[in-house]
Each structure stands twice: as C-alpha cells, then as structure tokens.
C-alpha cells in the first residue's frame, strides 16, 4: 500500500477544486438542468394541471430524468466539499470509519472518497423489498394451484403457458430454465409434459373397453427406452400389438 505524500494532496486538491469548478459551471449553463424553469415551459400549455400525465409523457420523463441528474450532481459537489474540508482538517487520507490510511490508488481513483475500500458507504445491497410485496402475489399468485398437492386441474399459470406459446418478447438469455438452448423451450416449463403426467402415457393405448393395451412407438417412446426407463427385452415383434 502506497501511503499519500504532500504532493500526492496537492495533485488531489487541485483535482477536486478542478471537478467542482466543472459541476459549478455546467449546472449554471444549463440553468440546473433545466428545472430553474417551470415545466410549463417545456409543455407549451399555459397550465399542465388539466392535462393526463400520458399526455405529457415526454416532458414528463425528461424532467424526471433532469431531476436525478440534478441530484447526482448535487451529490458529488457535498463530496467533494466533504473531502477539501478533512484536507482544511489534516483528516483527509484517514478513512472515517477504522482510521486507517486510504492507499493512494484508491484515492487517485476517487479522490472525493473519505473512506478505505472495506468501510466504503453504499456497497451492500439492501435487503429490503417493495412495500408493494405486501400486498401483490408473484406471477399468477392469486390463481397458481402449484402449492396445493390436492389440486391437479387447469390454473392461472397453465393458461399463460398456452398463452406465451404465441410468442413474446423474452429471449433464451431471459428464460428461468438455464439450460434453453431455443426459443421453443424459452416459456414457463417448456419442458413439462403436454397432455400426460408420466412418460408411459404418452404411447400406451387402450381400446374403448379399456382392456386391451397397445404400445404407440413414437418420438416419446424411443426417448423413454433410450434413457433407460423401459426394457427392451420386454418388447415383442409388433410392439403395436395389443397385449
């Protein structure tokens, strides 16, 4: 680790002085993005009050945006007055939190920093969720059945999946399924069974009477013996017989 010379402050000094002079300058040429003027100005109605907020979407957005610039900005000249002030103090280099020495390169990088890397503010994600959450289901939470072992009918979730098998926007790179190489495996479950629920039900047949029992021998049935589950042994010569 690199401790900070007397002149690795002044570089630093001058850099912030340098970057405050820049964010002083341009927040004065463009008038604090914009928002030094009433959104009236922007619209070119003599009152937005009356006006749905879709009517306005642009402005709207783009005031929205100028206001997180604004406040990003606003953010960077209290750092960088926070970090001349600790060099005014003798403190700057220290970080505030365990009173030791910044390195240089951290410092070099972020010269507003006032802390070392291992106590830096704001590098945790926060554990808290919407308070939406409280009262809004996942996806097809007020019709899903998945949870209840005694429910095997059609649910919320099973009409989207005929649903998205139209199409949408979603990618391979998007599905929950990890493994999807193609867009035909990319919606909720791609890979469940259609019509069956065990792999045997999807070629075995029966008559009307339900007693006499023929193998279908399709795409379902070669993956079934090639995977090992049936026995081939078993098999006769005209597996479409009736057994």
């Known amino acids: 680790m690199t401790i900070p010379t007397n002149a690795h402050f002044n570089l630093l000094q001058s850099r912030l002085l340098d970057e405050k002079r820049d964010i002083e300058h341009r927040l004065a040429e463009n008038d604090h993005y914009g928002l030094s003027h009433s959104l009236r100005d922007d619209t070119g109605e003599l ?44 403190t700057y280099g220290i970080c505030a939190t365990c009173n030791e020495p910044i390195p240089i390169e951290r410092l070099d990088a972020v010269p507003d920093t006032l802390h ?44 989207w999946q005929i649903v998205e098998q139209f199409g949408n926007a979603d990618s391979p790179a998007m599905s929950e399924n990890r493994d999807v190489a193609d867009y035909d495996h990319v919606g909720i479950d791609a890979y469940e069974n259609d019509g069956f629920v065990e792999p045997l039900e999807s070629f075995l047949a029966t008559d009307i009477t339900g007693r006499h029992v023929s193998v279908i021998r399709n795409r379902e049935y070669m993956h079934y013996m090639d995977t090992g589950e049936g026995d081939h042994g078993l098999e006769t010569e005209n597996p479409d017989e009736n057994k």
């Open 47 to 90: 009152s937005s009050i009356d006006n749905h907020p879709g009517d306005i979407a642009t402005e709207l957005y783009e005031r929205g945006k100028d206001v997180a610039l604004l406040e990003q900005e606003d953010l960077h000249l209290i750092r960088i007055d926070a970090a001349l002030q600790a060099m005014a103090n003798g």
């Open 116 to 159: 070392c890397i291992e106590h830096a503010p704001r590098q945790h994600l926060s554990l808290r969720r919407p308070v939406e959450e409280l009262v809004l289901d996942h996806p097809f939470g007020r019709t899903s059945m998945d949870e209840q072992d005694s429910y095997n009918g059609f649910d919320g979730e099973d009409a």
